[in-house]
């Protein structure tokens, strides 16, 4: 076999850091040199194996360990061996396992250590929009000594400076342009016009009004307008003609839903209150400036006082002139919701506690001038004031 030399497998590692690089050399001479031999040791198709045509063969791997492999540089850095001592040399690889390995150094620092520095503030401007900068600190309170930064003081506190009785933005005391009639416009405070409104009330002179002087009337922060002529009365901010009857002429009342005067001697606009005595108990008539009845027919309303017309004033005179449930006082000749009583007429029946019913109900049934009945088998039902089946 000394003309046929195999090549051993050669497996190199070389470590870098914790990575294994894994090199196979394999020549293709052994191979190609090799298919003979398999032939001489009787190798069959089936894959079994005989006795080798040369006996002097070696069989165990013996000889082959002395023939010289050609290993490349590059797999005999890791593990070489020292030349001194012959022991595998593991410089490198240990120092680059040391230095992967090197545990994390998370000690505190000394006890005598100095804390860290907070330096602070030393101006507003050292600090957000909004904030004052006070004994170091920026925070919201401020004072005429700690200005803020950017808007203004209130004297307690920092404020965004664009309100009129909060004016400013240098980040000094706030001005309230009120005092003076003013608006703040751009943290300033400045007259008003018709770009720059007033909130309420309106605009005279550059300076915001209440609006409700005659003189000077106006709603909504527009201009303010003087009133006169047919419409001599501010009210509500408006001009008109009169806001109570006292603004009209004698025998006048002010309408109060149109702010105009009118006669005061119909029903729809009677006396100086200029009354609507359509919705007047005394009755639906207009009589000598005041709500009244001139007959019964006056007194058919909703709102009457009784369906009868007494003395110029709707009223009762017995239980029938009041509505259903109601007492006649006969001696105030006044419709109420009163007990009954041998004075007091009910319309309707009167139970034993001398309350007034409308005597149509089963528990309380009856008619004008008698008490009540509560209805029980065999006639359980009320029937106009009857009890029956």
Request: hydrophobic share 30%.
């Amino acid at each position: 076999m000394a003309a046929r030399r195999g090549l051993l497998e050669l497996v190199a590692f070389q470590r870098v850091g914790t990575a294994v690089v894994l090199r196979r050399w394999v020549w293709l001479g052994f191979a190609l040199a090799l298919v003979p031999s398999l032939a001489a040791c009787g190798i069959s198709a089936e894959g079994e194996c005989g006795f080798c045509a040369d006996a002097t063969a070696p069989t165990d791997g013996a000889q082959l360990a002395d023939v010289p492999i050609d290993v490349p540089a590059f797999a005999q850095d890791s593990g070489a061996a020292d030349s001194k001592t012959g022991a595998p040399d593991t410089t490198q690889d240990s120092a680059i396992q040391d230095s992967a390995m090197a545990p994390v150094d998370s000690s505190p620092p000394p006890a005598d250590a100095p804390p860290p520095v907070d330096t602070g503030c030393s101006s507003a401007a050292q600090c957000l929009g909004g904030y004052a900068c006070v004994a170091g600190v920026c925070t919201t309170d401020c004072s005429a000594s700690s200005p803020c930064h950017g808007g203004c003081c209130d004297g307690t506190q920092c404020q965004p400076g664009q309100g009129d009785t909060q004016c400013g933005g240098s980040g000094g005391m706030c001005a309230d342009c009120r005092s003076s009639g003013e608006l703040c416009s751009n943290y300033a405070c400045a007259p008003c016009s018709n770009a720059l409104t007033c909130g309420t009330g309106c605009c005279q002179g550059g300076s915001c009004v209440g609006g409700a002087d005659q003189g000077a009337c106006g709603t909504n922060g527009m201009a303010c307008t003087s009133c006169g002529g047919a419409q001599p009365v501010c009210d509500n901010g408006a001009c008109v003609a009169c806001a109570q009857s006292s603004d009209c002429a004698g025998g006048v009342c002010c309408v109060a839903s149109s702010n105009t005067c009118a006669a005061a001697n119909d029903a729809m606009h009677c006396g100086t209150s200029c009354a609507n005595c359509t919705m007047s108990g005394a009755g639906a008539a207009c009589v000598a400036g005041q709500c009244g009845c001139g007959g019964n027919m006056d007194c058919m309303g909703p709102s009457a006082n009784g369906n009868a017309c007494v003395n110029g004033n709707c009223g009762c005179n017995g239980a029938m002139d009041c509505s259903p449930g109601e007492t006649c006082d006969t001696g105030t000749h006044q419709c109420s919701q009163a007990n009954c009583s041998a004075t007091d007429l009910c319309n309707g029946c009167c139970d034993g506690q001398s309350n007034c019913h409308m005597g149509t109900s089963d528990m309380h049934c009856g008619v004008v001038g008698l008490a009540c009945l509560a209805c029980q088998n065999p006639t359980p039902h009320c029937h106009s004031g009857v009890c029956g089946q």
